[in-house]
């Protein structure tokens, strides 16, 4: 009786884990995440850290050897204030600063119009001023 038994137990942990190994591959987990919409605004808006604003065009050139040496010169003068070179067809573009209000950057305008003459605002997206 004893190696009936025992013999009975084996078969049955073989055909458990026969039928484990068989089925295994086939068996899958579903998550379905259900959240307000309103929370995915809003890290999206955390990460992306930007908001309308104003900024400075002090040169456009189809140089780029000219407009690099612009920004240099430009940021020896004010180095707080961020650069921001984009490239239009056929003429890079030198944006400078990243201003909430339009009279900020009038404040700017005014302050390099001697150096650098072409001082035109633009409306569009800034990264967040700096603190410093």
Do not use: W
Not at 114 to 123: A, D, E, Q, S
């Amino acid at each position: 009786m004893r190696i009936f038994l025992s013999y009975f137990v084996d078969m049955k942990a073989f055909i458990f884990i026969l039928f484990i190994s068989l089925f295994y591959s086939k068996l899958q987990a579903q998550i379905q995440v259900i959240s307000d919409p309103r929370i995915e605004k809003k890290v999206i808006a955390k990460n992306n850290r930007q908001m309308p604003g104003y900024r400075v065009q002090i040169c456009f050139d189809s140089d780029k050897d000219l407009v690099d040496q612009i920004r240099s010169e430009f940021v020896k003068l004010y180095p707080k204030i961020d650069t921001y070179l984009r490239f239009e067809a056929p003429n890079f573009n030198l944006m400078v600063g990243d201003f909430r209000t339009q009279k900020e950057a009038e404040e700017l305008v005014d302050q390099i119009r001697g150096r650098f003459p072409l001082g035109i605002i633009h409306k569009e997206q800034i990264n967040l001023p700096r603190i410093d």
